[in-house]
């Protein structure tokens, strides 16, 4: 059977049940006559015991809606008694609202309770032997440790380990969010890698099937032979951008894999499926020149192994570099790859068309380069040059390649 709601951990009805449950006991002790008075009087009615008790029990009900005000209440309340004589209950039902006060107040009241119950102990240990005369006069300050200080450590004990409980759950909380947040970070990362991917897998080639088909639309009176070359340069070109795509489909259906490899000079990962090398580079050039850009290449330094990361930038960086030369530029293109000790640079130049005529492109080409050359620390420049639109990117390979 669930307790009611008003029952329920925090709530103002649990407080005054509790509240209510030391009024009831209070009264069954009063019922039962167990008031020990420090000064007894039998004039004293024991009816004048009942607003202290109530007034102690409002003051429980009180302790997280208003703790300053219970403890006032409280200490109020149990000077009337104290006054009176001193009753049982209302002294043990103060006890209650010392320690409600250290748990559910501001840190500065239990830090204040704490000073005032230890050194009325002490005080009340010292009075004690001067009454007394001897040691054993100690026993006067029992009473204030055991109504007093023991309450307030007890609570201070909770108040700490709550505290600390909290700042572990708000430790966990953070750690949370910043897995979150690297978890988003890392998926970013990822789809700028896969968009980088799939603008040169299908931009380059659909960029020389557009212009093949554009010439074969729109020049009249082309033999059988030119549009029969026309159509091999769509089908090769085609037919490569499926296969470089079904190579990433598969990839990524790939399970619980990474598939790839850190990047030099760190960076993002680059699977291990995609081969496409800067060695390949003299296919890329023979499908351009296909195409209808007519491409000088001039190699300088002596090829060897490169970081598969640096490889493939390499490779796409070509790619795009000569398919925006395909597609604004007049026709032609020098390209020029220079091995280096502790660095591989690629430069392709070509003239400009007047107008800006040529297919549309969206800028994603340039800012893809700009991308892979920063992952790898690496520099990259593109712009115009002597008249001629000039790409270069210089990739870190390290120190003896």
């Not at 130049?349 to 800012?367: F, M, Q, S, T």
């Not at 008249?387 to 870190?396: D, F, I, N, Y």
């Amino acid at each position: 059977m669930r307790p009611p709601p008003w029952l329920g951990s925090g709530a103002l009805g649990r407080d005054l049940a509790l509240a209510g449950a030391s009024l009831v006991g209070g009264l069954v002790l009063h019922a039962l006559g167990w008031q020990p008075q420090f000064r007894p009087d039998p004039v004293v009615p024991s009816a004048l015991f009942l607003p202290p008790l109530l007034a102690m029990c409002v003051a429980v009900g009180l302790r997280r809606v208003a703790p300053r005000g219970s403890l006032a209440t409280g200490t109020a309340a149990l000077a009337v008694d104290a006054a009176l004589g001193g009753s049982l209950g209302t002294i043990l039902i103060y006890t209650q609202v010392l320690y409600d006060a250290c748990v559910y107040g501001p840190p500065r009241l239990w830090r204040w309770l704490l000073r005032v119950t230890i050194g009325l102990s002490l005080i009340g240990a010292v009075v004690g032997v001067l009454v007394v005369g001897e040691w054993r006069g100690v026993a006067i300050g029992v009473p204030v440790v055991l109504a007093g200080l023991l309450p307030v450590l007890t609570g201070v004990s909770v108040r700490q380990y709550r505290d600390q409980a909290a700042a572990e759950r708000a430790r966990a909380e953070q750690t949370a969010r910043l897995v979150e947040l690297d978890r988003w970070q890392a998926v970013s990362a990822e789809r700028a890698r896969m968009a980088r991917e799939l603008h040169d897998v299908v931009a380059n080639h659909l960029s020389a099937v557009a212009i093949h088909a554009t010439a074969v639309l729109s020049v009249p009176g082309l033999d059988r032979d030119q549009v029969s070359s026309a159509l091999r340069v769509i089908r090769e070109s085609s037919v490569q951008g499926l296969a470089e795509m079904r190579q990433m489909i598969e990839l990524l259906r790939e399970p619980g894999t990474s598939g790839g490899r850190a990047l030099a000079g760190g960076g993002t990962v680059v699977p291990e499926a995609v081969t496409a090398r800067l060695a390949e580079a003299d296919g890329l050039v023979e499908r351009i020149q296909a195409a209808g850009l007519a491409v000088r290449v001039r190699t300088d330094g002596t090829p060897g192994p490169l970081p598969v990361g640096v490889d493939l930038a390499a490779y796409r960086i070509v790619q795009e570099s000569l398919t925006n030369a395909l597609k604004h530029g007049m026709g032609e293109a020098e390209l020029t790859i220079a091995y280096r000790p502790a660095e591989v640079v690629v430069t392709v130049e070509n003239p400009v068309r007047r107008g800006g005529a040529g297919l549309p492109g969206a800028g994603a080409g340039l800012i893809g380069m700009r991308e892979r050359a920063t992952l790898l620390a690496g520099r990259f420049t593109a712009g115009p040059r002597d008249g001629r639109w000039q790409v270069r990117a210089a990739l870190p390979i390290g120190e003896g390649g």
